[in-house]
């Protein structure tokens, strides 16, 4: 199956630094790319969806200034916690949509970074 | 309305046993379904799409699609204590900037 790339797996921070996601599709062209943060035992949120060149859209309640989404190519997406505290603390997934070429031709899917847990001190 | 219903469970099953998973959306013009299966602490993989109406088998899976009642559902034969997973039923609205739904997942249990 298709592999989307997450970096870093796990990152600890001191509070008020930045910290940068990094997600990439590594075997087809992603038209869309979606940015999720989980907390233990509850389900995903969807914070951001971006597509290539254009300004991410933002999800109700999710802070644009301080989740930083770039989108720069069909292939990479990056995600910026500016100033992180405590509370931002999460496991944060990317996640790639894109047509992929299968047993019943070309469909169009979605598949998952490995996640980043983020602890901030 | 959410677009996309799951039950959260748990839903317990003993080894061995046939786990049946179940999903309903709103949509009608919905027209690719996917399962993903999250382990506690990872994230989510995916195990199976379907994209007509009936039966579709891949190994201990099975995914059944009924698009008239509008639910999709997940069998897992034989199951494992390490099928013991959070199960997410996810639909793609092709009408609606081909935009993935999530359900909010169910969790199984796979008792030895």
């Known amino acids: 199956g298709a592999v989307v790339s997450q970096h870093p797996s796990w990152v600890i921070c001191k509070s008020g630094t930045s910290v940068k996601i990094e997600c990439r599709s590594l075997d087809f062209q992603a038209t869309t790319m979606f940015w999720y943060r989980q907390f233990p035992k509850q389900s995903l949120m969807l914070m951001a969806t971006?597509?290539?060149?254009?300004?991410?859209?933002?999800e109700q309640g999710v802070e644009k200034d301080k989740f930083l989404i770039n989108h720069a190519s069909l292939t990479l997406s990056t995600l910026t916690v500016t100033s992180a505290h405590p509370e931002d603390s999460s496991f944060y997934i990317c996640?790639?949509?894109?047509?992929?070429?299968?047993?019943?031709?070309?469909?169009?899917?979605?598949?998952f970074g490995s996640g980043t847990q983020l602890s901030v001190l | 309305q959410k677009e996309v219903e799951q039950n959260s469970g748990p839903l317990s099953v003993p080894e061995g046993a046939i786990a049946s998973l179940n999903c309903t959306y709103s949509d009608r013009g919905s027209q690719s379904f996917f399962w993903y299966r999250q382990y506690s602490g990872k994230s989510p993989e995916l195990i199976m799409s379907?994209?007509?109406?009936g039966d579709k088998e891949d190994g201990r899976f099975t995914a059944q699609l009924n698009k008239a009642s509008q639910y999709v559902s997940l069998l897992i034969r034989d199951s494992q204590p390490s099928d013991s997973a959070t199960y997410l039923c996810a639909v793609l609205y092709l009408y609606n900037f081909n935009k993935f739904y999530f359900g909010s997942g169910t969790k199984l249990n796979v008792k030895p």
């Open positions: 379907i994209y007509s109406n």
């Open positions: 971006s597509n290539e060149g254009s300004k991410a859209t933002y």
């Open positions: 996640s790639a949509q894109g047509w992929v070429w299968g047993d019943r031709g070309r469909n169009e899917k979605l598949f």
